[in-house]
Structure formats: structure tokens, C-alpha cells
């Protein structure tokens, strides 16, 4: 039996410190589970959670209890970021998340600078913030993980991707002055989850994986940003986590210059190997969606059961959760997890 | 006349996979002036450096930046030499018709194929992201492809893969496409799973898969 909060197990793991066992958690933002079986039971639905903090709290609140992933993860999308920067969003369906429409920038020589606390009080930033609030007020056991766009995707989120990808090479001077003005807001946006009761920031940045970037591209921005952002939330006194997707083999030596606290990875990353390599790293991972929508919960608590043999530190999903995933499935997870 | 054509296509191909633009520009300009044939510039100069970039991406050598680059001053030279291509005696080309299912709107890796397949030759109708399978069905249809090209990053979304199997399936023209598949999450047994013809890893090996499934097909003429 165990005495320790949720909350501070995961502190713990963070600060590698002992514990009893691995947290499971789903971070949110792009990684979250609010699957359309739990919302289809409590009434508490998207796409109208994405705009409302009292709904928010609510789903985050229904998502906790009904999977028994031991934290809440706000927000339920990869949106917001890109909005209050300009671009235009669809902001989808029960089933669907909120996808970008329109990037607001065609190229990275004419973006639009705004002032940063103009943004902090645009969009859905407050609905955000006011959510952490409550839940970690209401809730003081159960950690509050508030998510970010990495600094990759959200600068990919509002200047045309294909166009970005190529001026990452071809106008090196104003991408990096792109990256350099959405780091700057993503730590002042951090700031302000944290100020008003984010446990810990989680960072997820997709289109910054290897397979996209290459390890030349990865390591002249990703991981310079990255750990920009990294350090101003560090210098917060607040952990943070980074999920990046996808095979990361080929900027494999550069994953322990990612100052962060925990890495989570993708289903197709070795994380047994990605431990023994780099053993100050704290892992976290990586059981495969397609397992979670497709399997069975016997497959689903066996792969677990490995995770958990193979020493990782936080057991979680490998990436974003199909919205029809089985709420047997994912029970199937937090519960060998919480058996251990 | 033959060297030197040799040596100007050889350095159209390097231009590519140069990534070089600029220099794609001259030597199509270069190849007008001489008065050699364009379509030939294009397959064996232009097309021939985007393979041999699409191989260097196989490698890992080459990543998505390089590659768009190299597609970038592909296309430079294509658009100034295609006003000269002489048009008798080409062949029809196989029509595919690309997109990204409804619901997903990662379209990097559909972004390649397309470049890829119309680097080997392909004539690709591109329906852009967040298709819903219909549209897809619609218009292999109205343009009488031969192929239909699907492509998903997202679990939630695969679905609508088969989706588009089963509406061909319902409208008794199932055998009339093939239905190739890819992304992510996709898999081989996934693609068994919904019965498609063909799943392929990356959009290199996707210009493979198209070669393999048309090389018996008659281009369908008109509707």
C-alpha cells in the first residue's frame, strides 16, 4: 500500500529521487486521453471543453478518474500556441482534435513580431490557465502537467511547413529569429501555468524529430530551443518533460544534450537501450497507440509489463492517443502499472 | 553533340542533389540554347538528380530540408524547360491521386511522394489535406487514375483508409485502382488488414510500389 501522492511520485522521478514505482501519466496536449468513450459517459465533450475552463477541469477531472493515468493534462490540443500567434484554427469534433487551417506567415522573412504579453492575454491562454488553477487548488494530490507546442512545431504551425523546413536552410538569419521570438513566449506562457499551479510543464515537439530534421538541422535548432525554453523554465524551479516522435536513431548521441528532465519517446525508440546508453536520463514511454486502439487488454498489460521489466522511469503512451481508443486498453496500462 | 549533352545532363543532376537553383536555372536555359531535347534534360539531368536525392534520404544522408531543396531546383528547371518539351510520341502517363485522409492534416511525407512519383513519371492529382474518402473515390474516378494514394501520421484517422476500400467495394469498382497506403502508424498487415494493394515505407519505396502495380496497367483513356 502505498502512501505516496501521485503528485510527488512523479516530482520524485523527476528529481531522481527513490520511489515505490513508475508513475503512469498522459500528459496532454498532444498526447491526451480524452478518448470519445469517456466523453460520450459524462457529458462533458469537445470540442466546447477546448473553450470553457469550467468544462476543461471537468474533462481533465473525468479523463484522471475513468483511465487512471495519475495526473491531469491540460490543454487537449496543439492550438493554442498557433492562434494567439495568428494563425487560423479548426478547431474540430468530439472525435477529432483542433488542427491548424492556415498558417498566418507564408515565409519566415515575413513574420509578424507581436508583443508577448499581448499574446499571454489572447486567445485561450486564460481558459488554460484558469483550468490549472482550479484543478490544482481543488485536487493538491494529482499533478498538473501544462503542455506546450515545442518550438519547432509551433513555428511550423504559422509559417507554411513546407517553406519553413527549406528556410531552415535556405534563410538561416530569420529562422533563427523566428525560433528565438516563439521561445521567448513559450517560456512566458510556461511562466504562467506554473505562477498559477502547473506542477510541471511537459513540452511536446513532433516536427523536431530526427526523421524530419536530420541530425545537422536537429542540433542547430531543436536542441538549441529547446533548451532555451528548458532553462527559463528551469530557472522557474519547475520540471519539465520532452516528447519528441518518431525514430530518433539518427540524432540518437545528440538526445542527452536535451536539457530536460525526462525524455519521452516514440513506440519505435529503443527506450531499454536509450537508458543503458545514457543512464542520467530519465525515461519515459512508450506504449504503442496502435496496441491501445487495436489490441487487446491481455496484449496491453503484457507490453506493459515489459516497459516495467525494462526499468522505465514514467510508463506512458508512445504518442498521441487514437480518440476511439478502448477505455479497457488503456485501464489495461494504468493498471498493471499501479499493481506493480 | 552527344558529350556534350552527356556532360550538361550530368551537371543538371548534380545541380539537384546540390540543391542549387540557381545553377538548375543556367543549365536548363543552357540546354534550350544548345537546342537539345527537353524531355530528355528533364528524365536524364533533372529527374535523375531528384532520385538520386530521394536515395541519399533512403541513406540518411539527406533529410526532409535537403530534400525539399533538391525538389526546389528540380522544379526551377523543370518549369523553364517543360514550354519546350515536343509532345508527339510521349505516352499517356499513369494518373495517382494523392491526399491525406479526413481528420489529419500532416501532409510532409504525402508532400514527397508527390514529388517523388512525378519524378518517375507519374501524373499526380494532389487533393491536399483532411480529405474526406468520397472525394478520393470521386476523383479517381472523374480523372481515371490508376492508382489512389492515402497517407495518415494519425492512428485516429486510418480508418479512412479503408473507408475508401469499402466505397470502391460498394460501387462495383473496386478492381478498377489500385489503393496504396502510408504513413506512421501504417504497417504491411495493416494494409493486409483493409485489403489494399500496397503499403510503402517511405516515399522513395512508394515510386517502387507505383512502378511494380502499373507495369501491366493500361493507362484508362479518358472517362
Known amino acids: ?340 | 553533340m552527344s558529350n556534350n549533352k552527356a556532360v550538361l545532363f550530368g551537371k543538371l543532376s548534380e545541380a539537384v542533389v546540390n540543391m542549387d537553383e540557381q545553377e538548375t536555372v543556367i543549365l536548363s536555359n543552357e540546354v534550350i540554347r544548345e537546342e537539345l531535347d527537353a524531355y530528355d534534360a528533364i528524365d536524364q539531368g533533372l529527374s535523375h538528380g531528384m532520385e538520386r536525392a530521394g536515395k541519399l534520404y533512403e541513406e540518411e544522408e539527406y533529410f526532409i530540408p535537403e530534400l525539399l531543396m533538391c525538389s526546389d531546383a528540380m522544379y526551377s528547371g523543370i518549369n523553364i524547360l517543360k514550354p519546350h518539351i515536343k509532345r508527339e510520341g510521349l505516352g499517356e502517363k499513369h494518373k495517382v491521386v494523392i491526399g491525406v485522409v479526413e481528420g489529419d492534416t500532416h501532409d510532409i511525407g504525402k508532400n514527397l511522394v508527390k514529388i517523388m512519383l512525378e519524378t518517375a513519371g507519374f501524373d499526380i492529382i494532389d487533393l491536399g489535406r483532411d480529405i474526406p474518402p468520397q472525394d478520393f473515390v470521386n476523383k479517381a474516378k472523374e480523372t481515371g487514375a490508376s492508382i489512389i494514394a492515402l497517407s495518415t501520421l494519425m492512428t485516429t484517422t486510418m480508418e479512412g483508409m479503408a473507408e475508401v476500400i469499402h466505397i470502391l467495394k460498394r460501387e462495383n469498382i473496386r478492381d478498377r485502382f489500385k489503393v496504396i497506403i502510408g504513413g506512421g502508424p501504417i504497417s504491411q498487415s495493416f494494409a493486409d488488414k483493409i485489403e489494399a494493394d500496397g503499403y510503402s515505407v517511405n516515399a522513395a519505396d512508394a515510386v517502387r510500389l507505383a512502378r511494380r502495380l502499373t507495369v501491366s496497367v493500361p493507362v484508362a483513356v479518358g472517362v
Open chain 1, 1 to 340: 500500500m502505498s502512501i505516496i501522492s501521485p503528485k510527488e511520485r512523479l516530482l520524485r522521478v523527476l528529481n531522481k529521487e527513490s520511489i515505490d514505482r513508475p508513475p503512469v501519466i498522459c500528459p496532454g496536449g498532444m498526447m491526451n486521453a480524452a478518448v470519445v468513450e469517456i466523453m460520450n459517459t459524462t457529458g462533458h465533450t469537445l470540442p466546447e471543453a477546448h473553450h470553457n475552463d469550467r468544462l476543461m477541469s471537468e474533462l481533465s477531472k473525468d479523463v484522471q478518474e475513468h483511465t487512471g493515468f495519475e495526473n491531469f493534462g491540460i490543454p487537449f490540443c496543439m492550438t493554442v500556441e498557433a492562434e494567439v500567434l495568428g494563425s487560423s484554427i479548426d478547431f474540430g469534433t468530439l472525435a477529432c482534435e483542433p488542427k491548424i487551417k492556415k498558417e498566418v506567415f507564408p515565409s519566415v522573412s515575413e513574420v509578424r513580431v507581436e508583443n508577448i504579453s499581448k499574446l499571454l492575454h489572447s486567445g485561450r491562454i486564460d481558459t488554460i490557465v484558469q483550468t490549472g488553477y482550479h484543478l490544482s487548488e481543488k485536487f493538491p494530490d494529482v499533478p498538473v502537467i501544462g503542455n506546450l507546442t515545442g518550438p519547432i512545431s509551433t513555428a511550423a504551425s504559422i509559417v507554411d511547413p513546407m517553406t519553413f523546413l527549406k528556410e531552415l536552410r535556405k534563410d538561416q538569419s530569420n529562422a533563427h529569429k523566428l525560433l528565438e521570438y516563439v521561445s521567448d513566449f513559450l517560456v512566458e506562457y510556461a511562466k504562467l501555468l506554473i505562477d498559477n499551479g502547473a506542477t510541471l510543464i511537459s513540452i511536446g515537439d513532433p516536427t523536431a524529430t530526427g526523421e524530419i530534421l536530420g541530425p545537422k538541422m536537429f542540433e542547430e535548432y531543436a536542441v538549441k530551443y529547446l533548451n532555451k525554453i528548458l532553462d527559463g523554465i528551469h530557472a522557474l524551479k519547475a520540471p519539465v518533460i520532452v516528447h519528441i516522435c518518431g525514430n530518433m536513431n539518427t540524432v540518437w548521441n545528440l538526445m542527452p544534450g536535451i536539457r530536460t528532465d525526462a525524455l519521452s519517446t516514440d513506440a519505435l525508440v529503443n527506450l531499454k537501450l536509450l537508458k543503458e546508453s545514457f543512464p542520467s536520463l530519465i525515461t519515459m514511454g512508450n506504449l504503442s497507440t496502435y496496441l491501445l486502439e487495436f489490441g487487446t487488454p491481455e496484449k496491453v498489460a503484457l507490453q506493459t509489463e515489459k516497459l516495467l521489466a525494462d526499468g522505465i522511469d514514467i510508463i506512458s503512451p508512445a504518442c498521441g492517443l487514437s480518440t476511439s481508443s478502448s477505455l479497457k486498453n488503456i485501464q489495461a496500462l494504468t493498471g498493471t502499472v499501479k499493481e506493480q
